[in-house]
């Protein structure tokens, strides 16, 4: 099998099941328990924080803050949007947001908060369009590092110092789902997944910047200092920790794999690339024209080879992130997304190339 779906969701690392199977087997204690087994669940989860508060930034800068894990960015996203000290009628978001930040926003629009959503396509520079609209009112901006349909990236950094210079009681949230461990990063708050990341499936995290005020989704025990009710899942946070310490990703192996792709892709007629320079190296979105995806999809798939149709979380619904790309509705249905893992080899990009080549011919003949 030829895996070119990362993007979708990753292979679960050796280190990772290793971490979890150890913490099944020997340390299953409930956190809360007051004999040893629980005490030994606190400090894997406490070296767990310690691990990624020193590693979301992407800089030798330790996180100013708290973490909270959850069951995936789902849930820190709802968490984010939903929790937060509203200061100000107006949220600033973009059009090409996951479903879990723009469903949110359009059940915070319906109870009467001002939402404007920006597109990629109307603006020369989209930093500057995001940090151009807020303004005193502006209470929250949640936007993504990085997007996961075409790899197009924000210059987190950059739009936090500028929105916290315009105006500081601005919340901001950044979905950092397809950006962790690959672009440098900062917010009030930040979500993370970790299955994108080569953990497994149902943990994810929300990273809270000293002092901003997040009210809890769940009620029950205080678990997380009350704002992430549960009993915490230890293996599921060792298996995260461990995955995010093996991570090894780097941008110069994707830039390698992404312009061995492109080279192909360019040998072949009718190809129109999706993802430009300001995309990330890791996600490359290409449509080949006359061949919808469904059908590129399924003779991939022939020969093992899978890959997506956009997005993964996106299925069997249309989704209106290409069209804020400026994508064409004939040039959405021909959408193929291929995402690279450190993993991935040279001769699997060739043959992906060879299979896309024999399934233009076939389809057009
Ligand atoms: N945000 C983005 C950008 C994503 O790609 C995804 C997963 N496709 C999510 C949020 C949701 O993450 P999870 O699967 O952990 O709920």
């Given at each position: 099998m030829i895996y070119l779906d990362n993007a979708a969701t990753t292979k679960p690392c050796e280190e990772c099941i290793s971490a979890m199977n150890e913490v099944m087997r020997q340390a299953f204690g409930n956190a809360s328990s007051l004999h040893k087994m629980g005490t030994a669940s606190i400090e894997i989860i406490s070296r767990a924080k310690r691990t990624l508060l020193s590693t979301?930034?992407?800089?030798k800068a330790i996180f100013d803050g708290d973490v909270v894990f959850t069951s995936g960015a789902t849930e820190s996203n709802n968490t984010a949007l939903r929790g937060i000290n509203f200061r100000g009628k107006k949220i600033v978001t973009t059009a090409i947001e996951h479903p879990s930040v723009a469903r949110t926003a359009d059940v915070l629009e319906k109870q009467g908060f001002e939402v404007i959503r920006l597109a990629p396509?109307?603006?020369?520079n989209f930093e500057d369009a995001i940090i151009g609209s807020v303004d005193k009112d502006t209470a929250l901006v949640s936007c993504m590092a990085v997007n996961n349909e075409t790899g197009f990236s924000i210059d987190i950094p950059k739009i936090y110092k500028e929105i916290k210079k315009k105006n500081p009681a601005t919340v901001v949230h950044i979905d950092a789902v397809q950006g962790f461990l690959k672009v440098p990063l900062d917010g009030d708050l930040i979500s993370v997944s970790g299955h994108k990341i080569h953990a497994v499936k149902g943990i994810g995290a929300l990273f809270i910047k000293k002092g901003v005020n997040v009210s809890p989704l769940l009620f029950g025990g205080g678990q997380q200092k009350n704002l992430r009710s549960g009993t915490e899942p230890v293996e599921l946070i060792a298996g995260f920790e461990a995955a995010v310490k093996a991570y090894h990703g780097t941008a110069e192996k994707f830039n390698e794999l992404k312009a061995r792709l492109l080279d192909g892709l360019y040998g072949l007629s009718d190809i129109g690339i999706n993802s430009n320079e300001k995309c990330v190296p890791n996600i490359v979105n290409f449509s080949v024209r006359g061949v919808r995806s469904e059908i590129m999809l399924h003779s991939l798939e022939e020969d093992g080879i899978c890959v997506s149709s956009?997005?993964?979380?996106?299925?069997g619904k249309t989704s209106s992130v290409p069209a804020a790309f400026g994508i064409s509705d004939k040039g959405a249905d021909c959408a193929v997304r291929v995402s690279f893992c450190a993993e991935n080899t040279a001769e699997e990009v060739d043959r992906l190339i060879k299979k896309i080549s024999e399934t233009i011919e076939r389809v057009r003949r």
């Open positions: 979301v930034t992407g800089s396509k109307d603006y020369e956009g997005s993964a979380c996106s299925k």
